[in-house]
């Protein structure tokens, strides 16, 4: 059972998460926020197609969603709604090989 | 490596009351801990000075994610902590409100808690998740 639960697909890329998340940084410097940016999905169009996607898989669905390696992506105007970049991974599988058409590799 | 933690508190107890939602945190060490995801730096460093050094009882209230939180310490007794979620529920927070105005509150709280309320409804980033731990 995942700790978290996603509640909501706000856009093609960002996700929000019950309960939120807490990051402490190694200088104990804490940040907290509901929103997370799926690392690694990048999107030209379709938007519509992708959010449908992802709300059958992250909303609707009773599998455990981890997130691995957070990076910090918008704190700088309040510490308490930041957003980080993740990977997210759905039953210990990336979330991005259900999306293979919008993965660009370089 | 960083990781992201869910944002938990902990409480001994968890009542329901119609829509609204209250957890008690009755164990001085257990409330450290919620302070300790509550608060930092400074802030954290004073309010953990005050409980420490001070002889008199003391109360406050503040918000955290979607709760009001009541902190209040009483020498004998030692600290609790009260989280209470009314659910975006305008009248069960008016209905405690009037409760505490009834048990002679005094209006500078009851004042406070509702201006707490009204900030959780028009500003809902962030929830945080009771979690029971040493249930009483």
């Not at chain 2, 955290?64 to 979620?85: E, V």
């Not at chain 2, 028009?122 to 945080?128: G, I």
């Amino acid at each position: 059972m995942s700790n978290f639960k996603v509640t909501e697909i706000i856009d093609s890329t960002t996700i929000r998460v019950f309960p939120s998340w807490q990051l402490k940084l190694k200088d104990d410097e804490t940040f907290m926020g509901d929103k997370i940016v799926i690392r690694g999905l990048i999107l030209e169009d379709n938007e519509a197609l992708v959010k449908e996607r992802l709300n059958q898989l992250l909303v609707d669905t009773n599998k455990e969603i981890s997130f691995n390696a957070p990076e910090l992506v918008d704190y700088i105007d309040n510490p308490n709604d930041a957003k980080v970049s993740c990977s997210v991974y759905l039953a210990k599988t990336n979330i991005l090989y259900y999306f293979p058409e919008f993965i660009h590799t370089h | 490596m960083l990781n992201l933690v869910p944002l938990e508190v902990f409480v001994n107890r968890i009542i329901k009351e119609g829509n609204a939602v209250h957890g008690y945190t009755v164990f001085d060490n257990t409330v450290f801990e919620n302070l300790r995801i509550i608060y930092s730096g400074k802030l954290l460093e004073g309010i953990t000075y005050l409980i420490k050094n001070s002889k008199d009882s003391f109360y406050t209230f503040d918000r955290f994610c979607q709760y009001i939180i009541y902190l209040q310490f009483q020498p004998a007794l030692g600290l609790t902590l009260k989280f209470s979620d009314y659910k975006n529920d305008t009248d069960a927070a008016l209905e405690e409100y009037k409760l505490l105005r009834d048990n002679n509150w005094r209006k500078e709280d009851t004042d406070k808690i509702m201006k707490i309320f009204q900030e959780i409804l028009e500003d809902k980033n962030n929830t945080a998740r009771l979690v029971i731990k040493k249930p009483i």
